[in-house]
T-cell receptor
Framework: GIQVEQSPPDLILQEGANSTLRCNFS?????LQWFHQNPWGQLINLFY???GTKQNGRLSATTVATERYSLLYISSSQTTDSGVYFC????????????FGAGTRLAVHP | KAGVTQTPRYLIKTRGQQVTLSCSPI?????VSWYQQTPGQGLQFLFE???????NKGNFPGRFSGRQFSNSRSEMNVSTLELGDSALYLC?????????????FGAGSRLTVL
C-alpha cells in the first residue's frame, strides 16, 4: 500500500521562528490533507491540497504531485502552534480512507 | 454550524466487555469514517460509511464493526475488548462533491481497557 513519510519527527522552535515540514508519499494521490492535533487530541484540518499552493495566515502549503511530496510552512511560530502535524493521503477509489504519516511533533517555546 | 460530535468522550472498560461509540456528523454530511489512534500504530483507518453503506474497510479484526443510520449518525462497536484496544477513536465526516473530500474530525472518544 501507499507509504507516507513525514520529516522531521520532532521539531523545537523559539517563538517567532519559521519552519518547514515535509511529507513524502509513495504513489499518486487524489487527496492530501494537513492536520494539526492539539494537546487535547482534536485534529484540525489545515489544508486540503492534492496539488498546488495555498496560504492561510501564517501557514502555507505546497504539494508537488508529480514528485510526490508536500511541504507545510509555518512562519512566525507561536506557542499555540505546538502539537503534532499530520499529513494524510488517499488514492483514487479510496474515498475517505486516509493514510496518515507518523506526524511531526512541534514544540514552540516562548 | 455544529461540528462532529462524539460520545462518550471518555470511558473505561474491562477485558471481554463490549463498547459502542457514537458519532453525529456535520449536518448535511453523508460520509462518516472512523479512525483509531494509538501511540504504537499511529492513526489507522477503521471503516467508512456513506448513505448507510460501508464503503471502505481497514485491516481490523471482525470484533470491530460499525453502522450508519438514515440520519447519517454512525456507531462503532468493539466486542470482546482486549487491552490493545485502548486508544483514541476518532470520527470524521465529509460532504461529497467537487473538491469536497475534506474531513472534519470530532474530539474523539478515549477508551481505556483494563
Amino acid at each position: 500500500g501507499i507509504q507516507v513519510e513525514q520529516s522531521p519527527p520532532d521539531l523545537i522552535l523559539q517563538e517567532g521562528a519559521n519552519s518547514t515540514l515535509r511529507c513524502n508519499f509513495s504513489d499518486s494521490v487524489n487527496n492530501l490533507q494537513w492536520f494539526h492535533q492539539n494537546p487535547w487530541g482534536q485534529l484540525i484540518n489545515l489544508f486540503y491540497i492534492p496539488s498546488g499552493t495555498k496560504q492561510n495566515g501564517r501557514l502555507s502549503a505546497t504539494t508537488v504531485a508529480t514528485e510526490r511530496y508536500s511541504l507545510l510552512y509555518i512562519s512566525s511560530s507561536q506557542t499555540t502552534d505546538s502539537g503534532v502535524y499530520f499529513c494524510a493521503v488517499s488514492i483514487s477509489g479510496g474515498y475517505n480512507k486516509l493514510i496518515f504519516g507518523a506526524g511531526t511533533r512541534l514544540a514552540v517555546h516562548p | 454550524k455544529a461540528g462532529v460530535t462524539q460520545t462518550p468522550r471518555y470511558l473505561i472498560k474491562t477485558r471481554g466487555q463490549q463498547v459502542t461509540l457514537s458519532c453525529s456528523p456535520i449536518s448535511g454530511h453523508r460520509s462518516v469514517s472512523w479512525y483509531q489512534q494509538t501511540p504504537g500504530q499511529g492513526l489507522q483507518f477503521l471503516f467508512e460509511y456513506f448513505s448507510e453503506t460501508q464503503r471502505n474497510k481497514g485491516n481490523f479484526p471482525g470484533r470491530f464493526s460499525g453502522r450508519q443510520f438514515s440520519n447519517s449518525r454512525s456507531e462503532m462497536n468493539v466486542s470482546t475488548l482486549e487491552l490493545g484496544d485502548s486508544a483514541l477513536y476518532l470520527c470524521a465526516s465529509s460532504s461529497e462533491g467537487a473538491g469536497a473530500n475534506v474531513l472534519t474530525f470530532g474530539a474523539g472518544s478515549r477508551l481505556t481497557v483494563l
